[in-house]
């Protein structure tokens, strides 16, 4: 059993920056691969990105590519989700979320763990 409890968000300009961080629960958290997903109002949730267990590598969405950068500390049973050149179009709810599966997926269907979510507003 993990818990998730996500803060960091808030309300930013296009092009500042923001930190995410996910608390998680639990001795077993170096075992799973970690991920970041946003809703956006109106749309579907999807896959921002995952870092594997062992933190050794990390795959992003083409949209946040080369801006956002996902990060690991198991001292600290932490997940972190830097956001640089903030952008309207990342406006979203963002949820932190853990998955026991061996290979690291994309799909959300994958990830048996989430947090309450917490709001990203960019401002144009």
């Known amino acids: 059993q993990v818990q998730l409890v996500e803060s960091g968000g808030g309300v930013v300009q296009a092009g500042g920056s923001l930190r995410l961080s996910c608390a998680a629960s639990g001795r077993t958290f170096s075992t799973y691969t970690m991920g970041w997903f946003r809703q956006a109002p109106g749309k579907e949730r999807e896959f921002v990105a995952h870092i594997r267990r062992g933190g050794s590598s990390s795959y992003y969405a083409d949209s946040v590519q080369g801006r956002f950068t996902i990060s690991r500390d198991v001292a600290k049973n932490t997940v972190y989700l830097q956001m640089n050149s903030l952008k309207a179009e990342d406006t979203a709810v963002y949820y932190c979320?853990?998955?026991?599966?061996?290979?690291?997926?994309?799909?959300?269907?994958?990830?048996?763990?989430w947090g309450q979510g917490t709001q990203v507003t960019v401002s144009s």
């Open positions: 979320a853990a998955d026991s599966n061996p290979r690291p997926s994309f799909n959300q269907d994958s990830y048996a763990y």
